[in-house]
């Protein structure tokens, strides 16, 4: 069974930055299609970035492109979320996931990762 867990989230001023992390254990996630959701209070788990497990392709929310970063490091099964610039609309539980379907392409569609980790509460202030 694969675990994820995540760190690095907390509270920044707007224009700031923060580098999330999410390591898995259990099992090696390096044929997992890893990705990060946030879910702001209110509304609903939306996809923030995913990185396949092959091609090395790296996908984004349209309105992230630019100011979010996705990497991973399978020789450390974890994934990290480069966050720069942040706003206060940012503000929201960040959720690390994993997609073991071997898709070719990530998808960004909440319900097709069955892995989660507990979230990492990310606080941007005005």
């Known amino acids: 069974q694969l675990q994820l867990v995540e760190s690095g989230g907390g509270l920044v001023q707007a224009g700031g930055s923060l580098r999330l992390s999410c390591a898995a254990s259990g099992r090696s996630s390096s044929m997992y299609t890893m990705g990060w959701f946030r879910q702001a209070p209110g509304k609903e788990r939306e996809f923030v970035a995913a990185?396949?497990?092959?091609?090395?392709?790296?996908y984004y929310a349209d309105s992230l492109k630019g100011r979010f970063t996705i990497s991973r490091d399978n020789t450390k099964s974890a994934v990290y979320l480069q966050m720069n610039s942040l706003k206060p609309e940012d503000t929201a539980v960040y959720y690390c996931?994993?997609?073991?379907?071997?898709?070719?392409?990530?998808?960004?569609?909440?319900?097709?990762?069955?892995?989660w980790g507990q979230g990492t509460q990310v606080t941007v202030s005005s």
């Open positions: 996931a994993a997609d073991g379907s071997r898709r070719t392409r990530a998808t960004m569609n909440a319900g097709d990762y069955e892995h």
């Open positions: 990185f396949s497990w092959i091609g090395g392709n790296a």
